[in-house]
DNA sequence: GATGAATGAGTATTCATTCAT
DNA sequence: TATGAATGAATACTCATTCAT
């Protein structure tokens, strides 16, 4: 955190931070609605109800609102899959837990897809975004790889068998939520994706 | 094409089509590089190698060139898609085919990793972009799953499989370009994948 | 002249330099009328009867503005000084040469006090317009210095005898202008400046 | 002093004062470094140590600082030009006293030629400052006549003389302290100087 | 068709000044 | 008195789009 260093405000009264959530806040809605790039500062202050020039009172520009609001994101993401993760029955039984990390994940996207598209969509063009965006693969990768050995997993390649189940149920969920092939059918389509997960984790 | 109605001129002599592919490569290319907020008409023309003033003759407004260069970069994933899939040995065999297709998918992101993220980031915030991007999965799919079935594939729940299966295909491919997760070993990671599509096709 | 590198137009037909010297002819006036930084940029394009955009056009930035006037300034200054001292009768006669200097420098002091100031102000602030004032300083006693020579001077010292020269000229016309001081007599002043000139001269 | 007419607090107590001083010294320090217009009120807030919003319970407004900081400053100058011209040595021996001063003169330019320069830069723009810096000229002026009369000088035209000798010890100063001319021998200019004064004042 | 000069609305950011505490 | 958060008008500069030639 070198926002210290260029001389923006670090809030420490409870109304200042009020004030910088509201600016976050205002940030994650509009930047889910239009999108960064359509989106401008005095919209954003004007949605937080405070005055433009305040928010160069809490950020260094425009994107460091943005960099603050994938933060909000990540933790808005990673929190919920900290707890689903956090202490598996055991023995392992991914008959049981598969269809259960489907719906989590479905549900996790159902209320983040928009800031996700924009967010994720900022990633060709900003280094930072990009960056934050692969720890936060790589958090959700080791959290889970780190429970289910816990949970005393022993197969071999866990971490690419890990990526693989992330990207087949993002994949899944995404199309899923948007439902825009009207020739999936999305029930069979789960059915078909827990048997290969199944069989990735347990062959 | 309603590009008619809007007073677009339609080149029909070659000087004036090379012109306007002149414009679609310019456009291409800084998207690519820059991305398309980044990109500014003036730069398009002076890449193109010609005035500002014609790009609007031969497109209505910046995201016509957009939507046109999407056009292109179609056209140049799914020429080597169908070339790949048109006359599928028979008897099919999963075992040499998915490899293939897995190299083909390397290959191709590998050629168009750049533009494909330019272009895909614009799906959040535009929706004529989002439904190119939809017809081009969907166009993907219908070509594989048409192929199979023409090669005497007669499994059930084939768009559902074809789906997960470019699914999975594309996250490997785009991991593996851009290999930024050092704890994967890639080479395992494709073993894994092979095993899991062969047996979405066969089981 | 690097403005080619960084992309500012190089007006080339009659009418674009025409607009060009509007710009300058405004940023000239303001800048004397109320200094560099009360003036802005849309107020100059407003003056010069063009867009706020086509000033960027013709110009890097602001400063670049400035710098042109600078060079107005100067042309408008060397000018007559040139034609001054161009042909100066021999033998020289510093009895009747240094009269009509110093009215030569009060009329040109007249005419260009305020922008003077405006860009001289500048000095302090700014490295090239300071290089620029150095390099009038500079030219002008060069130009004197050399006119001397040809007319058959022979004393020694002449480019400090000239430094000296011209900034008691310059002070006078100064004080002379804006004749702030109620005690002074600026006739007699001119007297006796007219007597330590000739006296540095001929002595 | 029309403070008090216009809400701004006069400091009666030591504290305030000091912080007043405070205030004003580090507004001498930025206008110094890097001019009027590119110093901003916070910066000088925070340099005094004290808080922005103070900074108004003791200045009308960024003006009045400035203003101050050039009471402050004339204080400067002054102060040893009243030592060094109060007592002069009858008889008055000018071959004596002119290198003495020009001395003064180049010692006083030394550390103040900053400030100078970035308070004379706002003489153009601004008629309450350009007014204190021609009261400062009047009263150096009005000082140098007077102790010369006092110590017996009989001359005539002594308001013009001193005047030019103040512009021409100025000017030498100024040139001297920045030597931006490599083809001015100083030293020979300094001796041409001193003829020069010796002879306005003695001939 | 073609040029590139011109437009002017739009944008991020700064900063003198005010005000609630 | 003092703080420093808050205000919002002001400003330099950009860029998609138009238009005279």
Redesign the interface.
Known sequence: MDNKAKGVRIPKQERSIEKKNKIISAGYELFSE??Y??TNTAEIAKRAGVSTGIVYGYFRDKKDILVEVIDIYMAKVLAPLFDTFNELPTPLDFHSIIPRVIEFAVDTHKSNA?IH??L??????DKEVNEKF?SL??NM?ETIAKSLEKAGYTGN?L???V??AI??VQ??AH?YIYD??P???YD??RA??I??LV??FT?
Chains 1, 2, 3, 4 share one sequence.
């Open positions: 239009v999108g790039y359509k928009e598209e924009a994720h969509s900022m990633t060709s063009s692969l693969e790589d990768a390649s971490p690419e068998k990526h693989i990207n087949l994949s899944f199309e825009k092939h020739y999936i059918d069979n389509m078909l994706l048997d290969m069989g990735l062959k």
